[in-house]
């Protein structure tokens, strides 16, 4: 069975920083990208960042470009979401994601199978 467990939520002041990580159980988390997505209150979830399964590529929303980073360690099965410089709209709840093929780095989520239950981030003014 496949459980993804996210880590690493909480409030935090704006300019603040925050590292989310996720760990992936019951498949081989080298063989596929992983993502993160976030949901604020009253909106759809959107794409925050993803990464490649060897990690040499990632991809980022406009809206954290040059904030946040995303990472990943195959041998600890853990990706991360390492957030700098938080704003009051980066609010939501984050989730992780585990990629549903071998190849490609998706950016919507119907290019990954299975999800975490999420992690609350919240920034204060």
């Known amino acids: 069975q496949v459980h993804l467990v996210e880590s690493g939520g909480g409030l935090v002041q704006t300019g603040g920083s925050l590292r989310l990580s996720c760990v992936l159980s019951?498949?081989?988390?080298?063989?596929?990208?992983m993502g993160w997505f976030r949901q604020a209150p009253g909106k759809e979830r959107e794409f925050v960042a993803a990464?490649?399964?060897?990690?040499?590529?990632?991809s980022y929303a406009d809206s954290v470009k040059g904030r946040f980073t995303i990472s990943r360690d195959n041998a600890k099965n853990t990706v991360y979401l390492q957030m700098n410089s938080l704003k009051r709209e980066d609010t939501a709840v984050y989730y992780c994601?585990?990629?549903?093929?071998?190849?490609?780095?998706?950016?919507?989520?119907?290019?990954?199978?299975?999800w975490g239950q999420g992690t609350q981030v919240t920034v204060s003014p």
């Open positions: 994601a585990a990629g549903v093929s071998l190849i490609g780095v998706p950016r919507t989520s119907e290019g990954y199978a299975d």
């Open positions: 019951g498949r081989t988390f080298s063989s596929y990208a």
């Open positions: 990464i490649s399964r060897r990690g040499d590529y990632t």
